[in-house]
């Protein structure tokens, strides 16, 4: 039930939707409250991977910038996304790093290639 809450709010659902799709689902509903606490659990292990050492070597590294739409306080903006990805000597693919930014420009792709490297990449 966890893991489906945390999908839904992760699909941009929100919370009184969220509410309502408990309730369709399982005949009650979910207090925004409890959304809330799921959502701080959530963003507490994303940070601690944010955060993680990068452990063994990589024979790729790809790096790229995507542009989402973000609604934040009913303001919808648009943000760019570093991410950079990896594929180890065995062929395995692993995402190794992924910065939200307000540009996709020199300066955020030096600060997110430095964050890289001193988590051990």
Same mark, same amino acid.
């Given at each position: 039930?966890?893991?489906?809450?945390? +999908?839904?709010?992760?699909?941009?659902?929100?919370?009184?939707?969220?509410?309502?799709?408990?309730?369709?689902? !399982?005949?009650?509903?979910?207090?925004?409250?409890? &959304?809330? #606490?799921? #959502?701080?659990? *959530?963003?507490?292990?994303?940070? $601690? =991977? *944010?955060?993680?050492?990068?452990? %063994? +070597?990589? &024979?790729?590294?790809? *790096?790229? %910038?995507? !542009?989402?739409?973000?609604? !934040?306080?009913?303001?919808?903006? #648009?943000?760019?996304?570093?991410?950079?990805? %990896? &594929?180890?000597?065995?062929?395995?693919?692993?995402?190794?790093?992924?910065? +939200?930014?307000? $540009? +996709? @420009?020199?300066?955020? =792709?030096?600060?997110?290639?430095? @964050?890289?490297?001193?988590?051990?990449?």
């Amino acid at each position: 039930m966890e893991e489906a809450l945390i +999908e839904m709010y992760l699909a941009g659902i929100s919370v009184r939707r969220v509410e309502d799709v408990t309730e369709a689902l !399982w005949g009650s509903r979910v207090s925004p409250s409890t &959304v809330s #606490n799921l #959502n701080k659990k *959530l963003y507490g292990r994303i940070k $601690k =991977w *944010l955060k993680s050492r990068i452990e %063994g +070597e990589f &024979v790729y590294v790809f *790096l790229d %910038g995507i !542009w989402l739409k973000r609604c !934040w306080a009913g303001e919808v903006k #648009n943000i760019s996304i570093l991410v950079a990805g %990896g &594929v180890d000597q065995f062929g395995y693919r692993q995402v190794l790093g992924v910065k +939200e930014g307000a $540009k +996709e @420009d020199k300066e955020s =792709w030096i600060a997110f290639l430095r @964050d890289l490297k001193a988590r051990g990449l």
